[in-house]
């Protein structure tokens, strides 16, 4: 793919309404439950992204029948928990680790052998996190030395054993990799988180009628369970803006003077909503508004006004609720005056890239004093928190989008490599960062 670059001129204001492309991780599992559902689903708002189309292509090869995306609708003609057929070749995930965990514990149930494989930056994340307990569960599973893509799963023909899972990591993917192949297992599956994660997959599979109890331990622990061998229903599914794309947007009105900005029909569950409470803390001036329900999900409008924003300690409990929010909550870190520490978050060494360096490394570039920790970060924030600077955004969408916002603070321009990535998730983000008042144009270099 070509080197597209961003190249964002200083300064600007940030006002109006707009509202951001749907859920990405309730776009990948529309797809997902819908497939193996019994009759038509149809999907509104669905993210027509990279990473969720990968996700749509893999069910079409294996033989499910699929309309649209058209307008963010698709209709989905469900083929029921065990009318999937083998595909003709190795499921391509892309770059979405989403599709791939989750993916493996449905194929994990069926009886032909499946092989996914995915670019290079997919290639090198970890599965063996799905791995184990999907082989605890039966399944024999066949992936590269370090446990890493191309993954083949093979139909043994025998149905998987039902476990109860301790997950050694707070990941909402692997938790749901467990209940999908759960579907397909006699018994009664459990999955017990050791933090809260997201509980899109639960709440989703209620929707489809598919029964699924959750219940708190304690303070952190949650556990998921559901039967093996029901059937889900086909329904209707209108998919939430995505809390991650709208962090963007939140983060640019908090850090530029005389913002007002109302971003709609935002998904507010409330394992997502750590970026809010995070940027609150930090002293945001946020309100949401227009609260209602979606096909089991909650949704609000977020209305926010610049505020002055001071550095804190990130309590480790919200964490795991904002992890995919990390780089753009660092760009708000450094506009804010004093220190931001963020300790418990070594997960974000092993995602797209390893977003503690990566950022730490793009912050400094432009004169931010940003120091990587192994689990985190500490952030000096500052006045004029940017300079001009050039940086890799390592092919992350993630680190191109939160750079792109640090240069409301910028000095001078700000140029940022390797941004063709930012089509894999929020393939509007330019027209939106420029309606809103930012100057932004992408080229080939």
């Known amino acids: 793919m070509s080197n597209i670059q961003f190249i964002v001129q200083p300064g600007g204001t940030v006002k109006g309404r707009i509202r951001v492309p749907g859920d990405k991780s309730i776009s990948h599992r529309s797809i997902m439950l819908g497939s193996i559902a019994e009759g038509v689903t149809t999907v509104t708002g669905f993210l027509e992204g990279e990473d969720a189309l990968a996700t749509l292509q893999a069910f079409r090869d294996m033989g499910v029948e699929i309309e649209g995306p058209v307008n963010g609708e698709v209709t989905i003609h469900g083929v029921g928990l065990n009318g999937l057929k083998q595909p003709a070749k190795p499921l391509d995930m892309g770059n979405s680790g989403t599709s791939t965990r989750l993916l493996a514990g449905i194929v994990a149930g069926q009886d032909f052998d499946v092989t996914l494989i995915g670019d290079a930056s997919l290639s090198k994340r970890p599965m063996k996190r799905v791995v184990d307990p999907l082989t605890e569960m039966g ?37 749901s990799c467990v209940l999908l192949a759960g579907l397909y297992a006699d018994g009664k599956t459990c999955a017990l988180e050791p933090a809260p994660t997201r509980d899109h997959t639960e709440r989703m599979l209620n929707g489809f009628g598919y029964p699924v109890s959750s219940e708190k331990l304690d303070a952190q622990q949650t556990k998921a369970c559901l039967e093996g061998g029901g059937s889900l229903k086909a329904c209707h599914i209108d998919v939430p803006s995505d809390i991650s794309s709208a962090a963007f947007f939140m983060v640019a009105a908090a850090i530029s003077e005389g913002s007002d900005l109302v971003i709609e029909h935002v998904g507010m569950n409330p394992t997502r909503t750590g970026v809010i409470d995070i940027l609150k803390l930090m002293g945001a001036d946020i309100q949401l508004e227009n609260f ?65 360096q990566v950022m730490a490394d793009a912050l400094q570039a432009v004169g931010i004093d940003a120091q990587p920790t192994p689990d985190g970060m500490i952030i000096n924030g500052a006045e004029q928190s940017a300079q001009k600077g050039e940086i890799q955004s390592h092919h992350d969408h993630r680190i191109s989008m939160a750079m792109t916002v640090a240069g409301l603070r910028a000095k001078a321009p700000i140029v940022i490599e390797d941004c063709a990535n930012v089509n894999t998730s929020f393939p509007i983000f330019l027209d939106l960062i420029n309606q809103v008042g930012m100057n932004v144009i992408a080229k080939e270099a």
Do not use: C, W
């Open 139 to 175: 399944a024999v599973i066949a992936t590269n030395e370090g446990g890493t893509l191309p993954m083949t799963i093979r139909g043994t023909g025998q149905k998987l054993k039902a476990i109860d899972y301790s997950l050694p990591m707070a990941s909402a993917q692997v938790k």
């Open 292 to 356: 209602h329900e979606v096909g089991g999900e909650p949704v609000a409008d977020v209305h926010i006004k610049y505020a002055p924003l001071s550095g804190i300690k990130i309590p480790e409990e919200l964490v795991a609720l904002a992890i995919d929010e990390f780089p753009v909550l660092f760009v708000a870190a450094s506009a804010a005056q004093g220190t931001t520490v963020l300790t418990g978050a070594e997960e974000l060494r092993v995602k797209e890239s390893d977003r503690i």
